[in-house]
């Protein structure tokens, strides 16, 4: 036991203090207790971000998908409104607030549901099961409950190459406004290609251990990166680890060592 602890001991001494910084209180509108953010972050803590939430997912249904997922076209995102609490314009706003604050996302809201990237259905908590169960079927939809007990959730389809063709997002708005804006954030995430989760990373709102609601300048700068033309869709893991060190030095997203 002494052995294990001394080694615990050693590795925590031996990997660097965590270097983000620049706390700041969470912004204007977010929920009663929102936590506050990080604002300034190393390239490396960017790129091990990136990497864990760009690859994979845990909410897969078919052949996993091999590198980048992301648009590869401007991006027209639609809100169903529906539920017992209206939230459609607060809904539209994080739109708005992704569509001015990312760089070559090119998103636009609003239109017919017929032949948009994203809908963003807005549902009540009790018909979360009966809205995936039309979405994907009763098996895919039980399954995915009984392994996540989810709360909102994204549907992603991509082609082969790692285009996005289509993102589905389900957003509960009977909940509470702290419930609301956690999904409405967490789930765009997913829906422009920001696909999994990582419980260890203190930083992002795809951690599900978090709640968060706004967009924070973490994730705010992972989505910048994904955007970023340098960087396409199908890139490898190898390719885009090679790659990113340069864009986030170019941009600026990094702060000092
Ligand atoms: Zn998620």
Redesign the pocket.
């Known amino acids: 036991m002494k052995f294990w602890l001394a080694a615990a001991l050693c590795l925590g001494l031996a990997s660097p203090a965590a270097a983000a910084s620049d706390r700041e209180p969470a912004p204007a509108g977010s929920f009663p207790g929102a936590p506050p953010q990080f604002t300034k972050f190393t390239a490396d803590e960017l790129t091990r971000g990136f990497l864990a939430l760009a690859f994979g997912s845990d909410?897969r249904i078919g052949a996993r998908p091999k590198g980048v997922r992301r648009f590869d076209r401007p991006i027209r995102a639609v809100v169903v409104g529906g539920g017992s609490v209206d939230r459609v314009p607060a809904m539209q706003r994080v739109l708005f607030e992704y569509g001015e604050k990312v760089p070559n996302l090119h998103l636009s809201v609003g239109g017919a549901v017929d032949g948009a990237e994203i809908t963003v259905r807005l549902i009540d908590e009790k018909n979360f099961g009966t809205a995936l169960e039309a979405a994907f079927g009763r098996e895919v939809a039980r399954a995915f409950v009984a392994k996540t007990d989810p709360q909102c959730?994204?549907n992603v389809q991509s082609d082969p190459e790692g285009r996005i063709i289509h993102s589905e997002s389900f957003i509960i708005v009977d909940k509470g406004d702290d419930v609301f804006l956690d999904c409405a954030y967490?789930?765009l995430l997913?829906a422009f290609g920001l696909s999994n989760?990582d419980q260890r990373n203190p930083w992002t709102t795809?951690n599900?251990n978090r709640m968060v609601g706004y967009l924070s300048v973490y994730d705010r700068a992972l989505l910048t990166l994904l955007y970023d033309s340098r960087l396409s869709p199908g890139m490898t893991r190898d390719q885009v680890n090679v790659a990113l060190p340069q864009v986030i030095r170019s941009l600026g997203l990094a702060g000092p060592k």
Do not use: V
Request: aromatic residues 0%.
């Open positions: 909410l959730m994204t967490h789930e997913h989760h795809l599900q």
